[in-house]
């Protein structure tokens, strides 16, 4: 009886043994096959990204962007996108002095908060910046109000130069305005 418990036991030994290897053997593949599948994502992943350097465009200067470039540059610096404004040159002249009026408004207004945010990222810049990244997103900011600052100062020079009523020319006299 003993020898035969001892068969009993021995044969479902294996048995379980074999349906603890069937069930590793089974594990094995399940993770085989998801590691076969995360190789190719990540395959498929590198091939992408290597289409994209590809695809970058190689490094330019101002010059050689036209507007179309400039346009898909600033929506990929999520800059602001200017083609819905008429570009002055297209404007006729009486367009063009009505635009420069418009502006000119409310130049005293618009020159003090210029000049105010100008001086307050200036002082900013002193107290505040931490490394050379900072101190040039700061400047930049700067450039950027003072090149504001010089068009709508153009713009408010040439109105002045607009409603200025011009003098006539005076053949008699040897210098203007004597």
């Known amino acids: 009886m003993r020898k035969l418990f ?3 036991r021995n044969w479902l030994a294996k048995i379980i043994a074999r349906e603890e290897i069937e069930e590793l053997e089974r594990i094995v593949r399940v993770k085989s096959n ?5 190789d190719e994502m990540l395959q498929k992943l590198k091939s992408e990204k290597d289409d994209l350097v590809r695809k970058q465009p190689s490094p330019m200067t101002a010059y ?12 990929y610096l999520k800059s602001i996108d ?18 420069v009026a418009r502006i000119s408004s409310n130049w005293d207004i618009v020159e003090k908060v210029l000049k105010r945010l100008i001086v307050a990222q200036e002082e900013y810049i002193a107290r505040a910046v931490e490394n050379q990244d900072q101190l040039m997103f700061a400047r930049g900011t700067v450039n950027g109000l003072m090149i504001v600052h010089e068009e709508m100062k153009e713009k408010f020079d040439e109105h002045m130069a607009n409603i200025r009523p011009q003098a006539e020319f005076d053949k008699k006299r040897m210098f203007p305005g004597t």
Do not use: C, F, P, T
């Open 6 to 8: 001892e068969k009993v």
């Open 34 to 38: 998801q590691l076969k599948n995360l």
């Open 64 to 75: 050689d962007l036209s507007r179309a470039d400039l346009i898909l540059l600033r929506g």
């Open 82 to 99: 200017l083609r819905e404004i008429r570009d002055e040159k297209e404007m006729s002249s009486e367009e063009r002095k009505g635009y």
